[in-house]
């Protein structure tokens, strides 16, 4: 029996995906499950053995397959979570929805982790560690699209948007015929990158609830280049990694920026890019919208078709989440 607590407050909860409480032998804290209508949270168990991939699937059936954790005990969730990754990971007999829901919650923490310490090399130390894990889990066995998307979050702070954008373009670029292990990599860690500019756009540019004036574009607009010049100098980011920082917000046609150059002068992993840092965008909520569904997000980037993304990579892109 549940017994309704408040309405959801994210000062006080925070989301897990139901697939991730598949990974602990003991899930020792208290969770919570979210009435879809009243927004209500009721207390659905206090801590229990795992769950099994039935109550998995009945749960994802309920809503959006989260549920929550009050934010005093989610330290002692991560902990359960990283002592399971490793040998998750090398589980060939676990479910990918079970591992990737893990290594994606796993993976949101630590880098929100090295975003907030405001060190660029904790971020490219965490951020290299996980889009290794990553990189390998989707390059072996089979999987769906739609299995990787679902254990995404999809809030608007810069850290999902960061992990999402690694995982998705990791995804993107292997569809898309790139194989090697060592550029899904490095394309990883720069759409993980790719926005880091933006710690240096004030915090109200970035929630205002309305859309941006030409003032506060002015300031989101410089984004690109000042990380580009931060990073340019290290011998361990590749070009196309620094490309995918620099111009992820220039359009096939031309006119984007930072330059205005049309695709043929666009690194192909920025075009990847650009179509994934796009869709992630669509399917989150933001300060000014709610998050929408795959398919209405694949109906508008379809119309900016030639426009602003490349047409080979965003048909690849939409071919593989068509079923998702
Ligand atoms: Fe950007
Ligand atoms: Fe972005």
């Known amino acids: 029996m549940s017994t309704a607590t408040s309405n959801l407050d994210s000062s006080e909860y925070l989301p897990i995906h139901v697939n991730t409480l598949g990974a602990c032998e003991c899930v020792d804290v208290k969770l919570f499950l979210q009435d879809s209508e009243t927004q209500k949270l009721s207390v659905y168990r206090n801590g229990a053995s795992r769950l099994e991939s039935g109550e998995r699937q009945w749960l994802m059936e309920q809503?959006?397959?989260?549920?929550?954790?009050?934010?005093?005990?989610?330290?002692?969730?991560?902990?359960l979570l990283r002592k399971s990754l490793a040998s998750l990971l090398k589980d060939d007999s676990a479910s990918v929805d079970l591992r990737l829901a893990t290594l994606s919650e796993v993976a949101r923490d630590?880098?929100?982790?090295?975003?907030?310490?405001?060190?660029?090399e904790q971020v490219i130390k965490q951020g290299r560690a996980l889009v290794h894990q990553c990189a390998v889990l989707l390059s072996q066995g089979e999987y769906l699209p739609a299995e990787l998307i679902?254990?995404?979050?999809?809030?608007?702070?810069?850290?999902?948007?960061?992990?999402?954008?690694?995982?998705?373009?990791?995804?993107?670029?292997?569809e898309f015929?790139?194989?090697?292990?060592?550029?899904?990599?490095?394309?990883?860690?720069?759409?993980l990158l790719h926005d880091l500019g933006k710690r240096d756009v004030s915090t109200h540019v970035l929630t205002r609830p309305e859309s941006p004036t030409p003032g506060d574009y002015d300031q989101i607009k410089r984004h690109t280049h000042g990380v580009y010049h931060q990073l340019c100098h290290r011998s361990d980011i590749t070009y196309g990694q620094l490309?995918?920082?620099?111009?992820?917000?220039?359009?096939?046609?031309?006119?984007?920026?930072?330059?205005?150059c049309p695709a043929v002068d666009v690194h192909p992993w920025a075009r990847i890019c650009t179509v994934?840092?796009?869709?992630?965008?669509?399917?989150?909520?933001?300060p000014y919208r709610q998050r929408m569904s795959l398919s209405n997000a694949g109906d508008i980037m379809k119309r900016a078709r030639e426009i602003i993304f490349d047409p080979e990579i965003l048909e690849c892109w939409l071919t593989t989440i068509k079923h998702s």
């Not at 994934?276 to 933001?286: H, P």
């Open 243 to 260: 490309m995918m920082v620099y111009q992820h917000h220039e359009r096939f046609e031309g006119g984007g920026y930072p330059v205005g």
């Open 110 to 120: 630590a880098i929100a982790a090295a975003f907030s310490s405001g060190d660029v």
């Open 276 to 286: 994934i840092d796009a869709f992630d965008s669509l399917i989150s909520d933001r």
């Open 63 to 79: 809503g959006d397959g989260m549920l929550y954790v009050a934010r005093s005990d989610y330290r002692g969730f991560q902990h």
């Open 150 to 174: 679902a254990a995404l979050h999809h809030d608007d702070s810069p850290h999902t948007h960061a992990t999402n954008t690694a995982f998705l373009c990791i995804l993107l670029a292997k």
């Open 177 to 191: 015929g790139i194989t090697r292990l060592g550029d899904l990599r490095q394309i990883g860690l720069g759409g």
